[in-house]
């Protein structure tokens, strides 16, 4: 019952125009754990059971409001179901999370791992790829996904799926490009039924929650489960990076970075500038040059300040 109930709810949302394919994903694997258990409708005591097998705040929220939604359309339906309350794990917190910032030997480490963890090697070759290609272009987890073959062109990657459906050109620096162009040929000799340029074993790209999975086993591996501060690093923290490091690159010439900062931000795919600037805060090296060029701002202030006071 609760398996025709969630096909149905997956149809009328894909009816009104939602992709919705993570969401579909998550209903479909906790109907099958509920049915597993004997429930013929929504119980919030499994809900919980289930969002919270995981050891990552955010995944159970994310995936709480996906079923909850569910069981109100249920409920509206068919009498019987439970509706767990909104904030049964916790509230979001407000604002942006802090990100984890990753130190250039820390991803090595996580790609040199990923080339090596799994049975298959051309699925250890995809992931190794795949978290190399995010730390140095620092797209977006659904943009890496949406890549296809011919969106690796001679001028750079060709980001189609970008957020608020906005497209733009990538550049990749030579070593990028070089490891990319031996993935090409080992992808176009896999059997697949898409153009996907990265593709599991059915031959398609693979989900974010698989990605996601594959990404914790991996921090595991390399002993970064809790990164110091009791945070869990997250791969889009891998994006954060990238653009905190090509800002310090920028070192204390606040003209350069005022123009890289432009350039970043097309680069990242930001829809505001307000987006980019929010980066300057994120590393200690940042914020002491925000500091010293506020103390520099007061201080010639002061000077002018002065210079007037004695004029008169």
């Not at 906790?30 to 005591?45: H, K, L, P, S, W």
């Not at 159970?60 to 309350?85: C, K, N």
């Not at 001679?154 to 070593?175: D, F, N, Y």
């Not at 921090?219 to 990164?227: C, S």
């Amino acid at each position: 019952m609760l398996n025709a109930e969630v096909e149905r709810y997956i149809s009328l949302r894909r009816a009104a125009g939602f992709v919705f394919y993570n969401q579909s994903l998550v209903l479909r694997r906790f109907v099958r754990f509920a049915e597993a258990a004997g429930d013929d409708r929504i119980r919030t005591a499994r809900v919980f059971e289930w969002v919270t097998r995981r050891h990552a705040p955010v995944s159970s929220r994310s995936e709480l409001h996906i079923i909850r939604a569910f069981a109100l359309a249920a409920l509206a339906e068919t009498p019987g179901h439970e509706v767990p309350p909104a904030k049964a794990v916790g509230a979001a917190r407000g604002g942006r999370p802090t990100p984890f910032i990753w130190a250039p030997d820390e991803i090595a480490q996580l790609v040199e791992a990923a080339g090596r963890t799994s049975r298959s090697p051309v699925r250890s070759q995809m992931y190794a790829l795949f978290f190399g290609l995010v730390a140095a272009t620092g797209l977006r987890l659904s943009e890496a996904l949406g890549l296809k073959i011919g969106d690796v062109t001679s001028e750079g990657l060709i980001v189609r799926a970008g957020k608020s459906g906005k497209s733009r050109m990538v550049v990749l620096h030579p070593t990028v490009r070089t490891v990319l162009n031996a993935w090409l040929e080992i992808r176009r000799k896999q059997p697949a039924v898409s153009d996907d340029l990265f593709v599991s074993r059915h031959g398609r790209a693979p989900c974010t929650a698989t990605v996601r999975i594959e990404f914790h086993k991996l921090l595991g591996v390399i002993g970064l489960e809790t990164a110091p501060g009791g945070k869990t690093p997250r791969i889009h923290d891998l994006r954060h990076s990238f653009a905190v490091r090509s800002l310090e690159h920028c070192g204390a010439d606040r003209a350069a970075l005022s123009r890289h900062m432009v350039a970043l931000s097309t680069y990242l795919g930001h829809a505001h500038l307000a987006s980019t600037y929010w980066y300057l805060e994120a590393t200690p090296a940042l914020l002491t040059r925000i500091a010293a060029a506020q103390e520099d701002f007061h201080a010639r202030h002061r000077t002018v300040q002065v210079g007037r006071g004695d004029s008169a």
